[in-house]
């Protein structure tokens, strides 16, 4: 039954995707961009405490520093926290989490970042990682419990009522379909970034529904910077260093991220285009084929641009093949006659797109055969 109302729903809602995306391509680059970053908790709520260090004030100070490196690396981006001192919205985690998604939408957040610290019941785990929202299955079996908290919270919304706890999912469904590519591109960016700052990377996760990303009308993800519950992890994330080399790499990502809009819109600066230039050059390969083989580096639920900035070497240089099933859009480098002239190249490909693999082509499309 479940699976016939995702089914139905998800029938439904593509003539609504397809609007959404293509009102997601224009950019208007004439107003400003603007970015909310959420330290997690404050108030009633310190999140993890580990001896006298709460993580609600970790999370504050590298956000108000994310804010301060902002104003010199990306100066006509405005950025806005959701708090600035040892404070909540509400009593309630769950109204609180929403109202902060509400200021963010209020602001015409572009982007919001949650910055929070992990803990788990052990010592050795250690790490950072980034949320996004996502459409995996995990979170459709958690959509029971998510809605649960709808009820709760005083919105209209009644979980007794099959359709209105299906629109709570289609909410979801609509914006993430939208949204998910490059949220994954920015998560990944900090962990990234964070990662080259010697925190184990443990990458980009998704699978719970967040209350804060869940009400946000725009981009958004959830850095676990690292694991107050691990001893390394603590001392450096509340480090006065640690703190300002966190927040270095969480608006490094945010200036990549804006960057990557600007691209979009057509807005690519002389210096972005020098840049590309002077990047080395993927190897040449043949002529471009009717048929053949050819490297499929990425593949995304919706059509991006093939300047993206998450092309990286290979930007301007990568073609969209289509595909079936969910990940339709196939950005492909290169046309070779035979899968081993393509092999050849396979390996750089796979230094920049680890998951990189040869496929075979015709016309536009990805075929099997
Ligand atoms: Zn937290």
């Known amino acids: ?24 391509n224009v950019v208007d680059s004439s107003r400003k961009r603007v970015v909310v970053l959420d330290p997690g908790h404050g108030g009633p709520r310190p999140g993890k405490v580990v001896g006298k260090v709460h993580e609600a004030d ?9 804010r301060r490196q902002l104003a010199t690396k990306m100066p006509e981006l405005d950025v806005y926290l959701t708090r600035h001192c040892d404070s909540a919205y509400n009593a309630d985690q769950t109204k609180d989490n929403r109202m902060r998604a509400e200021f963010a939408n209020s602001k015409g957040a572009d982007l919001t970042v949650g910055i929070h610290a992990n803990a788990i019941g052990n010592t050795t785990t250690n790490g950072c990682e980034a949320w996004v929202l996502s459409l995996d299955e995990s979170l459709m079996k958690q959509n029971n419990a ?3 908290l709808f009820a709760d919270d005083g919105d209209a919304l009644d979980i007794n009522d099959l359709d209105t706890k299906s629109m ?37 996760k998704s ?28 001392a450096y994330i509340s480090s006065e260093k640690g703190k300002k080399e966190i927040a270095g790499a969480i608006s490094d990502a945010i200036v990549s991220f804006f960057e990557s809009l600007d691209a979009l819109s057509g807005d690519v600066s002389a210096t ?15 002529e471009a084929l009717e048929e053949g083989y050819t490297i499929q580096l990425i593949s995304a639920t919706h059509e991006v641009d093939t300047n993206d900035y998450q092309f990286k070497g290979y930007k301007g240089r990568v073609r969209l093949l289509m ?17 081993e002239a393509a092999k050849r190249d396979l390996e750089e490909a796979k230094k920049t797109f680890k998951d990189a693999y040869v496929v075979r082509f015709k016309g536009g499309n990805i075929v099997t055969q």
Not at 6 to 24: R, T, W
Not at 208 to 233: F, Q
Not at 323 to 334: E, I, M, Q, V
Request: charged share 20%; with cysteine.
């Open 207 to 234: 699978g719970k529904i967040w209350t804060m990303l869940y009400y946000l009308e725009g981009h958004g993800v959830l850095i676990e910077v690292g694991y107050m519950t691990n001893a390394k992890d603590l």
């Open 1 to 24: 039954m479940r699976n016939l109302i995702i089914a139905l729903l998800v029938s439904l809602m593509l003539p609504v995707v397809a609007n959404a995306q293509q009102a997601g």
């Open 146 to 148: 998510r809605a649960n």
């Open 272 to 286: 972005t285009e020098e840049q590309s230039v002077s990047e080395a050059q993927p190897a040449a390969s043949d």
């Open 168 to 204: 709570g999912f289609i909410k979801v469904l609509t914006r993430q379909l939208d949204n998910e590519p490059r949220n994954r591109m920015f998560a990944q960016q900090c962990c990234d970034n964070i990662n080259k700052l010697g925190l184990k990377n443990l990458g980009v």
């Open 58 to 66: 970790i999370v504050l100070d590298i956000s108000k520093e994310v």
């Open 323 to 339: 595909s079936t099933g969910r990940y339709k859009y196939k950005y492909c480098y290169g046309s070779y006659a035979s899968r």
